[in-house]
């Protein structure tokens, strides 16, 4: 089992920036990819961005490439999303998960540990 905790999300104006974070415990040791997924009121659960086991390959949906960064510190069992550029339809609860495998993947059934999630609100 991986037990996964969020957090960093708050609100903050369009154009601004948050850094959340995802820190793993318990069966650490397994080499897993990570990803991050976001859901809106009202909206099914949506790909944000993945990041491979070495950290060495990313992955990320259009709607936040070149705006989003997601990273990890496996020495620190963190993973990390930098969003700047911040628009209001990026308000959402956002998940970070880990697959049993190093690589990444965009659908969201292929994750078994999921967080609790952190909600981030972006006000125009």
């Known amino acids: 089992q991986v037990q996964l905790v969020e957090s960093g999300g708050g609100w903050v104006q369009a154009g601004g920036s948050l850094r959340l974070s995802c820190a793993a415990s318990?069966?650490?040791?397994?080499?897993?990819?990570m990803g991050w997924f976001r859901q809106a009121p009202g909206k099914e659960r949506e790909f944000v961005a993945a990041?491979?086991?070495?950290?060495?390959?990313?992955y990320y949906a259009d709607s936040v490439k070149g705006r989003f960064t997601i990273s990890r510190d496996n020495a620190k069992n963190t993973v990390y999303l930098q969003m700047n550029s911040l628009k209001p339809e990026d308000t959402a609860v956002y998940y970070c998960?880990?697959?049993?495998?190093?690589?990444?993947?965009?659908?969201?059934?292929?994750?078994?540990?999921w967080g609790q999630g952190t909600q981030v609100t972006v006000s125009s």
């Open positions: 998960a880990a697959r049993s495998s190093t690589w990444y993947d965009p659908d969201p059934g292929r994750y078994a540990y």
């Open positions: 318990g069966r650490t040791g397994s080499r897993n990819a």
């Open positions: 990041i491979s086991w070495s950290g060495g390959n990313t």
